[in-house]
């Protein structure tokens, strides 16, 4: 490894490398989907030749890896691209976990003022008196919230770990103004002068099986920190987590792998990237497992050029090493009872982080051929506080219950054996392989030839044992060695050229609602509206984009709408999604309201207003994000257009 200034750099050498195509180089070919034209997006429509490269205006890339259980940043100049830099380590640190990361943890004062974020967070609310400790909002595994809830608005709250709830936007936008601020201040210190947000483009990753209005929480959430601004969406990026591993695996060196299956390594030499050793159009698959989610993205690379397609959408689920942490709660109220540990956790809230960090560290410790037991500790006000509670001893209970395989050890330790500990891993990865083992029987997927396993919690022993055991005789499985840091770098190559995914899959069926000529036969009776002596059918789902449908980068569906009269200044449509592909009307089951798209026409009407306005909208479904933008026919200005699916 070379070192660059502070943080250590991952550097790929360029004799390796094609030069990087710039974003929106090439316009996208249409797949000869009706409705669809290919079109390049509207800032390059200057360009002479479409093959000239425009200049990137920010003079640094920094991702932003924002994870349930650790986060962190990584950096690139866009001048030297081929060296990314990972943060510089930071105060605090855990034994045993030597990681560039850090806890996403952060810590309110009393008066819900920002005091700290990730270790430092953790040690001094460790050291605040228990009283004061209770007045303290505390965070921890926030990000989860985003996934779980079905109705994420602005409002959504949070629960601290004393129980008082705050606002989940004023979390988010906490934790991303420190780490803008932990970056800028590093940049500046290696620049040696003070380096502007301005001069930064932002990524910010999250993970693939996110719906839009999460996406869209994130980016706002980076508007409020300052990142960027909706007048300059451009200069943030959200990410998705598999795809940025993804990129970053596809680059790899073979010293820079360890291979979990003993497949036949075909003669490469280890000079070669992986990328060297993908022929033209091998097809593979990132397993992105972190601490909240288990994401599955499929992927195809296409040479020269080494761009990628994905081939099925992103799968996957609430499969990440919080299930863990999740059955070690489960065994304490086993054990102590689930009154005591809810009582317990509110009445102690810091004593109950320090049980769960010092479950954190021999979870590190679990692996399959273990044969000594683990030992966690019990912080002393758990002991004292359980024999108050129930008036007798956290031995007898451990005695009392039927939980054989968990002892009391005389230093005041809980000792689990290892089969207990494996049994806790059981239920999260059980429901890993059986996911995978759902996707390999999908024909896109069945001739895969490399599995890549990445996320912090492939770093767990148990579960790399269960993934070769379940697919070593179907693929090459491979573990990155920082597999830990493979999105953060990954995202940093992605902010850099985000043309290099050229192909994905929608992962919902989107449409509207609209009304079509009414034909007895075809359309059901209960549908039927006469107005001004037309029959029509009303309900019916106008498709944008099927689920699973290929969709390419840049490529635009198009759709005209009228106002329904002349002076009406704003029309606001309704969105629909499903997940199924063949729908027929917007009250369909599985059909579900998921966003607004809004015209406004107010300042794009000239002195004559013609009779009938046509308001042509665009819309991108081949970005990470859905993107829209409108034009007035008649006048060819284009009309201010909102796609919103959190606050409809």
Known sequence: METLGVGPALCFHKHSETAPTSAYSSPARSLGDTGITPLSPSHIANDADPNVSEQPTFLVVVAIDFGTTSSGYAYSFTKEPECIHVMRRWEGGDPGVSNQKTPTTILLTPERKFHSFGYAARDFYHDLDPNEAKQWLYLEKFKMKLHTTGDLTMDTDLTAANGKKVKALEIFVYALQYFKEQALKELSDQAGSEFENSDVRWVITVPAIWKQPAKQFMRQAAYQAGLASPENSEQLIIALEPEAASIYCRKLRLYQMIELSKAAVNGYSSSDTVGAGFA?????????????????????????????????????????????????????????????????????????????????????????????????????????????????????????????????????????????????????????????????????????????????????????????????????????????????????????????????????????????????????????????????????????????????????????????????????????????????????????????????????????????????????????????????????????????????
């Open 280 to 648: 033209q159009g091998d097809k593979y698959v990132v397993v992105d497992s972190g601490g909240g989610t288990v994401d599955l993205t499929v992927h195809q690379i296409r040479l020269p050029e080494g761009h990628l397609k994905e081939l099925y959408k992103a799968t996957g689920g609430p499969y990440g090493s919080l299930g863990v942490d999740y059955e070690f709660e489960k065994l304490l109220c086993k054990i102590f009872g689930e009154d005591f540990i809810e009582q317990f956790k509110i009445k102690r809230p810091a004593a109950w982080v320090d049980l769960m960090i010092a479950f954190e560290s021999r979870k590190r410790a679990a692996a399959p051929d273990r044969t000594n037991p683990l030992n966690i500790t019990l912080p002393f006000s758990f002991i004292d506080y359980y024999k108050k509670f129930r008036g007798h001893s956290v031995e007898h209970a451990l005695r009392k219950s039927n939980v054989d395989f968990v002892k009391w050890s005389s230093q005041g330790m809980l000792r689990m054996s290892p089969d207990a500990m494996n049994a806790l891993f059981k239920p999260t990865i059980d429901s890993i392989i059986e996911h995978l083992r759902d996707l390999f029987q999908k024909p896109e997927v069945s001739t895969v030839k490399f599995l890549f396993l990445v996320g912090g919690f492939a770093e767990a022993p148990l579960l790399q044992q269960a993934v070769q055991a379940a697919f070593a005789d179907k693929c090459r499985i491979i573990i990155p060695q920082d597999v830990g840091l493979t999105i953060l770098k990954g995202a940093v190559l992605f902010g850099l050229d985000p043309a290099v995914i050229k192909v994905r899959r929608s992962p919902l069926t989107y449409g509207v609602g609209v009304l079509n000529r009414y034909v007895e036969g075809k359309h059901p009776p209960e549908k039927l509206l006469v107005k001004d002596g037309t029959r029509w059918c009303t309900d019916v789902f106008d498709k944008f984009i099927s689920a699973d449908q290929s969709v390419a980068l840049g490529e635009l569906v198009k759709r005209s709408y009228t106002p329904a009269k002349p002076s009406q200044l704003v029309i606001v449509i309704n969105i629909y999604s499903s997940e199924r592909d063949n729908v027929s009307f917007i009250t369909d089951p599985g059909v579900k309201k998921c966003g607004t798209l809004r015209l406004d026409l107010t300042g794009t009407s000239g002195t004559s207003v013609p009779a009938r306005r046509e308001i042509q909208t665009l819309m991108q479904f081949g970005d990470t994000e859905i993107k829209a933008t409108a034009v007035d026919i008649a006048t060819s200005r284009s009309v201010k257009v909102g796609i919103d699916f959190l606050n409809y």
